[in-house]
């Protein structure tokens, strides 16, 4: 079982930056594809950005150029780092973790428990 906590979130003007932290409760960084997904009230989760072992990273047409997924093995942390944010990226942050197949098709096995983030005009 891997647990998955989430930290970092906040509320920003619109043009700011925040930077989500996850950090799983054991070694699975350089074994396991990490995620980070949002769902807004009201909308349907969608997938922000993922990470493979080997740093291979994908995104959302949304959040490129804004928004760098990385990690640090040796600190078993997850890093999601969002410039020029906008208030539509207002929403519940999620991390996740699990083979690169369901975290690519948006359901992996183990998620965190959210961190707000909010973003005013």
């Known amino acids: 079982q891997v647990q998955l906590v989430e930290s970092g979130g906040g509320s920003v003007q619109a043009g700011g930056s925040l930077r989500l932290f996850c950090t799983a409760s054991?070694?699975?960084?350089?074994?396991?594809?990490m995620g980070w997904f949002r769902q807004a009230p009201g909308k349907e989760r969608e997938g922000v950005a993922s990470i493979d072992s080997d740093g291979s990273t994908r995104y959302a047409d949304s959040v490129k150029g804004r928004f760098t997924i990385s990690k640090d093995n040796a600190k078993n942390t997850l890093y999601l780092q969002m410039n020029s944010l906008k208030p539509e990226d207002t929403a519940m942050y999620y991390c996740a973790a699990d083979i690169c197949r369901r975290v690519v098709a948006g359901n992996p096995s183990y998620w965190g428990q959210g961190t707000q983030v909010t973003v005013s005009s």
């Open positions: 054991r070694y699975i960084y350089s074994t396991y594809c």
